[in-house]
Every structure is written in structure tokens, then in C-alpha cells.
């Protein structure tokens, strides 16, 4: 499973990937939580529609710097942003518990990748 960590996160936190175009178009919908997060590239915006719990969503530019963070409840539409090239997404609190903020670069290891170099 990948991970990944921010400077204030005390461990790495689980990420799953969702790079196929159905993975994206799945998401979260008709799950009841999420253990760690969920990042799918590319993409520029998510919906809400289907979901049984509020999330965070945090969008990442190509270096995978955090260039907005919001939290959307069930049946919203994020407007599209076209600066952004992955989406990660999360239970709602759990990015602030994980310091992912405006600014903040997420270093992403994939199973038995090196870290990303920025």
C-alpha cells in the first residue's frame, strides 16, 4: 500500500490510489469510511453525490503542494480547478489532524517506490 507524510505527520498515513478512470469515478461512494486516504490522478475536481459521510479534499498541483483544502458533505460538486492535477480525499477532520493545509507538499511513497523528488 502506498503512504504518505507531510512535514507534521508523525507517521506515514495509508493512501490508496485511484489512477484507472473507473477507480476515479468510484471514489469513496457506497463505502462507510476510509482508513487513511484516498488520492486519485489525475484529476481536478470531485463530487460528492452518493457519499455516506462528509470528507476533506485536498487539491495538489504537479509537485504535490496542497493548493486548497476544503470539506464537502454529501451531495456537493467541487468546481473544476485547472491548476490542479491530483485530488486526495479523506474523512472530514483528518487532514487537519494530519497537518495536509494550503502550502504543505505531501511526499507520496507507492509500495516500493522511492519518495518523490520536488
Known sequence: MATFTTTET????PLELAESGRARRRGLLGRDGIEGALLLT??????TFGMRFAIDVAYLDGKARVRAVRTMRPGRVGLPRPWVRSVLEAEAGALERWGVR?????????DDA???DG
Request: glycine share 4%; no cysteine.
Open 42 to 47: 489525475p484529476a481536478s475536481s470531485v463530487h
Open 10 to 13: 508523525p507517521e506515514p498515513v
Open 102 to 110: 494550503r502550502g504543505v507538499r505531501l511526499t507520496i511513497r507507492a
Open 114 to 116: 522511492v519518495p518523490e
